[in-house]
T-cell receptor
Framework: AQSVTQLDSQVPVFEEAPVELRCNYS??????LFWYVQYPNQGLQLLLK??????LVESINGFEAEFNKSQTSFHLRKPSVHISDTAEYFC???????????FGSGTKLNVKP | SQTIHQWPATLVQPVGSPLSLECTVE??????LYWYRQAAGRGLQLLFY??????ISSEVPQNLSASRPQDRQFILSSKKLLLSDSGFYLC?????????????FGPGTRLTVL
């Protein structure tokens, strides 16, 4: 069975500080990995995804995530956060052989001025 | 273009009342369809998925049921709502033949059971 673990339910951070949101997964088969963001009172938006190739993937707004197969992790990072990054972030895994999509429990990023 | 619709956007229902949430997809055929729920303070949980008309798989036992009467229509129902059914319900679809790397999510329905 597949599962996704987001170790931190809430991450408070000051503006312009770096941040890392942790995500670990378990799967016995190949997976695709995703980060989604949900801003207050809005729907889910795809932030970035890893399908294959380079293990480091980037989003257009400065976030990046690195797929680490040996540690089964896909942590999300940003070197300098903005107030506008305040949102809930979901890590998700899609299993290659099966059309299912599993989410982690989410991490609420609260950027303070 | 491919679009996914959900309605209603918000719903307030009394305990014990029935429920029907609808999801429709445009711009594709034979999509894989999914219902997710986000309860307050919790993550997104896969409730049901369907790979074709009349084919429904349940991920977790619950007070809800799902049906797929048409190729691009997915309905979430309950005969009697419970307080614990409150949450944010998301419909999603996955294009057939492209593998599980592409996903589309609807705008969601926020359900409050009082």
């Amino acid at each position: 069975a597949q599962s996704v673990t987001q170790l931190d339910s809430q991450v408070p951070v000051f503006e312009e500080a770096p941040v890392e949101l942790r995500c670990n997964y378990s799967s016995s088969v190949s997976v695709y990995l995703f980060w989604y963001v949900q801003y207050p009172n809005q729907g889910l938006q795809l932030l970035l995804k890893y399908l294959s190739g380079s293990t480091l993937v980037e989003s257009i707004n400065g976030f990046e995530a690195e797929f680490n197969k040996s540690q089964t992790s896909f942590h999300l990072r940003k070197p300098s956060v903005h107030i506008s990054d305040t949102a809930e972030y979901f890590c998700a895994v899609s299993v290659y052989n099966f059309n299912k999509f599993y989410f982690g429990s989410g991490t609420k990023l609260n950027v303070k001025p | 273009s491919q679009t996914i619709h959900q309605w209603p956007a918000t719903l307030v229902q009394p305990v014990g009342s029935p429920l029907s949430l609808e999801c429709t997809v445009e711009g594709t055929s034979n999509p894989n369809l999914y219902w997710y729920r986000q309860a307050a303070g919790r993550g997104l949980q896969l409730l049901f998925y369907s790979v074709g008309i009349g084919q429904i798989s349940s991920e977790v036992p619950q007070n809800l049921s799902a049906s797929r009467p048409q190729d691009r229509q997915f309905i979430l129902s309950s005969k009697k709502l419970l307080l614990s059914d409150s949450g944010f319900y998301l419909c999603a679809w996955n294009p057939p033949g492209l593998g599980p790397s592409i996903w589309y999510f609807g705008p969601g329905t926020r359900l409050t059971v009082l």
